[in-house]
Structures are given as structure tokens and as C-alpha cells.
């Protein structure tokens, strides 16, 4: 049997609570399933994810340039101090 060894890593502690209840739910605890992601790492030679920067969908980047108009132009667009306005506006 190898012997063990330590790693010692920060990581936020909400992250820690979360991925802890997670690796319970699937029968490991956090040493198993580090292991289990070094091995993985190993075996592909990478990262056994895919990591990549998200990008906003075509509706979405249409939304932010919508919204940054009205950002940079307040004067020129209807606003509204709640929900009640919102409904009236609509004639509900």
C-alpha cells in the first residue's frame, strides 16, 4: 500500500459546505472525490472538464445593449417606481 500524503488548499467556505453535502449525497467524502479528480486528470491528461469562459446568448447580449441604452440615456425611456405602474402601463 503507497503511503499518503497532505495537500493543504484554501478555498471559500460556503464552496467547502457545499461540496461537502454534495460528495456526501454520492458516498464520498472531500479526500475521496480529490482523488477521484487527480486520477481522472491523470488518466485524460487534462482537466476531465471542459473549462471555458461563458459567453451571453444572442438574446442575451441584444438585452445588454438594450439595457445600456437606457443606462447611458434615462430621459428617453419610461420608467416605473413598481409593479403596480408596471400593470397600469399594461392596462391590468
Same mark, same amino acid.
Given at each position: 500500500?503507497?503511503?499518503?500524503? *497532505?495537500?493543504? /488548499? =484554501?478555498?471559500?467556505? !460556503?464552496? %467547502?459546505?457545499? @461540496?461537502? @453535502?454534495?460528495? %456526501? +449525497? $454520492?458516498?464520498?467524502?472531500? !479526500?475521496?472525490? /480529490? *482523488?477521484?479528480?487527480?486520477?481522472?486528470? &491523470?488518466?485524460?491528461?487534462? &482537466?476531465?472538464?471542459? /473549462?471555458?469562459?461563458?459567453?451571453?446568448? +444572442? =438574446?442575451? +447580449?441584444? @438585452? $445588454?445593449?438594450?439595457?445600456?441604452? /437606457?443606462? %447611458? *440615456?434615462?430621459? %428617453?425611456?419610461?420608467?416605473?417606481? *413598481?409593479?403596480?405602474?408596471?400593470?397600469?402601463?399594461?392596462? $391590468?
Amino acid at each position: 500500500m503507497e503511503k499518503s500524503s *497532505n495537500i493543504n /488548499i =484554501r478555498i471559500d467556505n !460556503s464552496l %467547502k459546505k457545499e @461540496a461537502e @453535502a454534495l460528495f %456526501k +449525497r $454520492l458516498g464520498l467524502n472531500m !479526500s475521496t472525490a /480529490i *482523488n477521484i479528480f487527480l486520477s481522472q486528470s &491523470i488518466k485524460t491528461g487534462s &482537466i476531465p472538464f471542459e /473549462i471555458k469562459e461563458k459567453k451571453p446568448n +444572442r =438574446r442575451t +447580449r441584444k @438585452a $445588454l445593449k438594450e439595457a445600456e441604452k /437606457i443606462v %447611458k *440615456n434615462p430621459d %428617453k425611456y419610461k420608467s416605473y417606481k *413598481n409593479m403596480k405602474e408596471v400593470y397600469e402601463d399594461l392596462g $391590468l
